[in-house]
């Protein structure tokens, strides 16, 4: 483990410094405070008590005032639920409030409904927790909002998050790897872990943060954390180092990206969790190159908002099927297959590629490097670099050094284009020609072709970072190399031409240096790549059989195995 007391002082002074002012809301969520927890602090801490007290007042009172934002009020309580919890549960606030104030913390949970509308897996978890820890807050009260005793709460949620966190166990997050909603999970988490009297659930809390980190070291080298993600925004695609993942992983392990401004949530600053020695070893001790192939549940709306509704997890039989290749010096993956089979309920197919970040080549030494290509959909459900929610117009495969990607655009108000990130200022050196454009980082060669050609953008804030190609049907293929291998980036180009793609737009395939792509699967020298993936994690130091619930990590001789059957932390 790593020594977090100089982590923690720096988290604390930045977080004194925020703004906790919900009425001048500055566009971030968590830096205006809007949610209180930044008002707590300044509480706990002695520090701008009257005003922190007022700030805190107004959110316990949340349904009694406009949004800050503009937003309806009951889009999102949860968050404000989640995070007020430190008022009640930390000594050093709570005895320093006034009755007024307690009795609108429990006004706002005892006679509200702070259930988001939005029927998405994490809201739905993060009003269990808040709701658990309510109850068990304000034992032997009965709660107006919900019409049942604080014991009769108590004991369903318990019994809904158990299940829960088993359903992550054995089948991962259903907004896999995402760099903003992972860490909201871990947010939770580590809530339920901080306040829970429940000693099993505290142990499972502590068990799935751990699982979070090492699937998160399973994609990434330091904090450059690569590949193909879920739910995502366009901050953290753009500049890895600007993510709430990077900067959550940065906290706990250290690396390039972690510096004393850092932003993570003021449940971290006053939990004792830490990630478990075993997590510390494989970090430290990772051998590159190494594969990781992986299998995630895929997103369905409602099967756990209000109760759990097995007949919607009983629709989802397809899967992402997830690869990821990392080296010292890059990273490249993508959703290799995406099976979207979700009988009788259209919503989620959709949603399950919303603002998800399909394939990307990503560079170790800066996070703000990376190049991926993209549907931009239309302006009312996609935007610029997030999204394929309702067009899912994308097919994709990477391996080692080679990433394909094909788009067929046939829903009608969808954009006849796509695009391409790709910094040009940090090549070193650029052959552009009319379909390829050919790179120099470092101690690598890169190739990029785009079937239709392509422009440069010159308008904007990504004025030579966006590459356009117009039309409905395109091919896009990448290759990465090392140097070492050539004589010249110029002989780097012309042996990589002398590979033909083959895209075939009728049928709907594409082809380049024995691999070929397909809308339904692929294939490599002949051989069908199989589908779905039998492990939800599937590398050298990472291993677990889909649904098992049984996660084994290796390093060396040693293995340990976190067991959600026996809710233990085995070492073997």
Not at 176 to 200: H, R
Not at 215 to 236: L, N, Q
Not at 445 to 451: E, G, K, R, T
Request: aromatic residues 14%.
């Amino acid at each position: 483990m790593i020594d977090l007391t100089e982590h923690r002082e720096n988290l604390r002074k930045t977080l004194l410094n925020l703004s906790f002012d919900s009425t001048k809301f500055e566009g971030k969520h968590w830096p205006g405070g809007i949610y209180g927890d930044n008002a707590i602090i300044h509480i706990i801490e002695n520090d701008n008590t009257e005003q922190a007290l007022k700030m805190l007042k107004h959110v316990a009172n949340w349904f009694e005032h406009e949004h800050p934002t503009g937003r309806r009020t009951d889009e999102e309580p949860d968050f404000a639920s989640i995070k007020i919890l430190m008022a009640l549960y930390d000594k050093r606030c709570y005895d320093k409030l006034p009755e007024d104030i307690k009795e609108d913390l429990k006004k706002f949970y005892t006679k509200n409904d702070y259930r988001s509308i939005y029927a998405s897996e994490n809201h739905s978890f993060m009003f269990r927790v808040s709701r658990l820890l309510a109850a068990q807050f304000y034992k032997g009260e009965y709660f107006e909002n919900y019409q049942k005793s604080a014991e009769q709460l108590y004991k369903e949620d318990t019994e809904y998050i158990n299940e829960f966190i088993d359903f992550r166990a054995a089948e991962s997050w259903g907004e896999f790897d995402s760099l903003g909603y992972l860490c909201e999970d871990f947010i939770i988490l580590n809530t339920l872990y901080s306040y829970t009297d429940d000693p099993g659930l505290k142990n499972k809390a502590k068990m799935i943060m751990d699982v979070i980190f090492l699937d998160m070291i399973a994609d990434s080298k330091g904090a450059v954390y690569g590949g193909a993600h879920g739910r995502s925004y366009t901050g953290g695609i753009i500049d890895r180092t600007n993510c709430e993942a990077a900067w959550l992983y940065s906290y706990f392990f250290g690396g390039d990206c972690y510096n004393p401004d850092i932003i993570v949530s003021a449940i971290t600053l006053y939990s004792d969790y830490q990630p478990s020695e075993i997590v510390y070893e494989v970090e430290r001790n990772k051998k590159f190159p190494f594969e990781n192939y992986e299998r995630k549940h895929l997103h369905c709306c409602g099967a756990w908002y209000n109760d759990i509704r097995y007949d919607k997890l009983a629709m989802i039989t397809g899967s992402i099927n997830k690869h990821t290749y990392v080296t010292e010096d890059y990273i490249l993956g993508s959703v290799n297959l995406q099976s979207d089979y979700y009988p009788g309920s259209g919503d989620n197919k959709g949603y399950a590629h919303h603002q998800q970040h399909e394939w990307e080549l990503s560079f170790t030494d800066n996070g703000k490097v990376k190049i991926f290509s993209h549907h931009p959909g239309s302006s009312g459900e996609h935007n610029r670099w997030t999204g394929d929610i309702g067009c899912c117009c994308g097919s994709f495969y990477t391996n080692k050094n080679t990433a394909l990607a094909m788009y067929n655009i046939i829903e009608k108000n969808m954009q006849k284009k796509i695009n391409a990130y790709c910094p040009l200022e940090y090549f070193k050196n650029k052959i552009l020609e009319s379909k390829y454009i050919f790179l120099e980082y470092g101690k690598l060669y890169i190739s990029i072709y785009l079937s239709e050609g392509y422009r440069i953008n010159k308008e904007d804030g990504y004025t030579d970072r966006e590459l356009i190609s117009e039309g409905t049907q395109h091919a896009v293929v990448l290759r990465v190399e090392y140097k070492d291998k050539f004589d010249s980036l110029q002989s780097f180009a012309d042996s990589i031409k002398k590979i033909p793609v083959i895209f075939d737009k009728e049928a709907k395939t594409v082809k380049f240096d024995g691999i070929e792509l397909r809308t339904d699967g692929n294939s490599e020298n002949g051989k069908e790549n199989l589908y779905p993936y039998k492990k939800v994690y599937d590398c050298y130091f990472l291993q677990s059989e889909f649904g098992s619930k049984v996660i084994t990590v290796i390093n060396g001789s040693k293995k340990v195995i976190y067991d959600f059957n026996q809710n233990k932390i085995i070492t073997a």
